[in-house]
């Protein structure tokens, strides 16, 4: 099975940004559509961003205009670029296919923590 290893989250201030990282150790091409998740304390997991086979992008309405999901297939990682962050984007964030459902494994996650 395709291992994912999130990296990027961390403590930032209201306002700030942050760059999450997924590696995949095998391609992810195959998976796709893909996307990050994020699950906040006392809530369900969310799928927040994901991408299409053909580059397409979707958002949660609650970070478009602030979040971009990326990727580079030569390297088998997908990105999650956060602006703007907001105290209740503090959650763990996941990588994974999309939707939920075509999930088979999951990673550790990265713990983004946004302070008011």
């Known amino acids: 099975q395709v291992q994912l290893v999130e990296s990027g989250g961390g403590l930032v201030q209201a306002g700030g940004s942050l760059r999450l990282s997924c590696a995949a150790s095998?391609?992810?091409?195959?998976?796709?559509?893909v996307g990050w998740y994020r699950q906040a304390p006392g809530k369900q997991r969310e799928l927040v961003a994901s991408i299409s086979s053909n580059g397409r992008t979707t958002y949660v309405d609650s970070v478009k205009g602030r979040f971009t999901i990326s990727e580079d297939n030569a390297k088998n990682t997908m990105y999650l670029q956060m602006n703007d962050l907001k105290p209740e984007d503090t959650a763990v964030y996941y990588c994974?296919?999309?939707?939920?459902?075509?999930?088979?494994?999951w990673g550790q996650g990265t713990q983004v923590t946004v302070s008011s």
């Open positions: 095998g391609s992810i091409t195959i998976f796709k559509p």
């Open positions: 994974n296919a999309a939707p939920q459902s075509r999930a088979l494994n």
